[in-house]
């Protein structure tokens, strides 16, 4: 009887991981394929244990996450902001987009933003994400003010911004030219809207409103799908633009060959000087690496030990991949105090 208790227990503490986002960025140096469908996607189902096929995809370009500690002019222009990421689209030339991000004891915010023309300076009431992990269920929504740029005009801005962890379930990603992505996801949604002024005369000149979709693949712990929309209408500044945006993560969505997360756990988590790793039988690790939220690898090892040291780490956040003899590989975040 007990054997089965603590067998029921395991099984219902993955249930709740799996519908569990730990972090709101993916990880450093992910490779995004930009896709356009052939016709619009259905991501209207909400809900537990729900369905998403998302077929007739187009490669169109790629992007590239990258993250990276503020500098003296970012701190100064966007306070408080903890970490940058930037999202650069390989072309030539090629183009980025950043997002400033604040990260503390109550949780993640958005601080600012700057793609293409516009620019979003969230100085007067930061952007609340929330404070990670998000489970299934959870939402949270807020006010969000600051400074706007566009073109060269300048003003203020005002609106909401909310976060719901609306969905878990399964997506498929057909892939014509090799195996189909099938994976155990959950969805964040982010819904936005900001109305745009030119103090003291020009009130209510235009306004953004923004949905943006993540799908979490609850093993690899990282983003596999993301959607954007953003519909930008000011007559006064001569703008009636909409942007949409499809990616599905390059390495994750086109390879299964992931371990599952009930197969690998580390402990403990926050730790201080030493990791354990623990793998279902059978699971021979062949490598360990550790990177940080820079995408800096910190550590590799082939001679593999279950105890790992990490007293030599600064204190943060972490990301440690096992790669399997097998070629299947995995990877878990930690928190080292």
Do not use: C
Not at 128 to 136: C, I, K, N, R, S
Not at 150 to 173: E, N
Not at 234 to 257: A, D, V
């Amino acid at each position: 009887m007990k054997t089965k208790l603590l067998v029921l227990a395991l099984f219902f503490s993955f249930a709740g991981f799996s519908q569990t986002i730990p972090i709101y960025t993916s990880f450093p140096g992910t490779n995004f394929t930009i896709v356009t469908p052939a016709a619009p996607l259905d991501q209207s189902p909400t809900g537990a244990n729900v369905f998403w096929t998302f077929d007739n995809l187009t490669s169109a370009g790629t992007n590239i996450d990258t993250y990276a500690a503020p500098d003296a002019t970012q701190l100064s222009t966007y306070p408080g902001t903890t970490e940058v990421q930037t999202i650069t689209t390989q072309g030539m030339p090629p183009t980025t987009s950043t997002f400033f991000l604040k990260t503390d004891a109550v949780g993640t915010f958005i601080t600012g933003a700057s793609q293409g023309d516009i620019e979003l300076n969230y100085n007067t009431t930061n952007a609340f994400l929330g404070q990670f992990p998000l489970v299934f269920g959870e939402s949270n929504s807020g006010a969000v003010a600051g400074t706007f740029t566009y073109q060269g005009t300048s003003g203020t801005f005002t609106g909401t911004l909310s976060t719901t962890v609306d969905a878990h379930g399964t997506l498929t990603l057909p892939n014509p030219l090799g195996s189909d992505y099938l994976g155990d996801v959950t969805r964040l949604r982010i819904d936005q809207s900001l109305s745009f002024s030119i103090p003291p005369i020009f009130n209510n000149i235009g306004t953004l409103t923004q949905t943006t979709y993540y799908y979490y693949d609850d093993n690899a712990i990282n983003i596999a799908f993301r959607y954007n929309n953003a519909v930008i209408v000011s007559g006064f500044l001569g703008i009636n633009e909409t942007t949409e945006t499809h990616e599905r993560n390059t390495g994750l969505t086109l390879s299964r060959n992931t371990v599952a997360a009930s197969q690998f756990e580390i402990y403990p988590n926050p730790a201080t000087n030493f990791i354990t790793v623990n793998t279902a039988e059978g699971q021979t690790i062949a490598k360990v690496s550790i990177v940080d939220m820079q995408g800096r690898n910190v550590f590799t090892s082939s001679n593999v030990s279950s105890r790992i040291s990490v007293a030599n780490l600064q204190q943060g956040m972490y990301f440690l991949t096992l790669e399997m003899a097998s070629g299947a590989s995995s990877t878990k975040k930690f928190i080292k105090q």
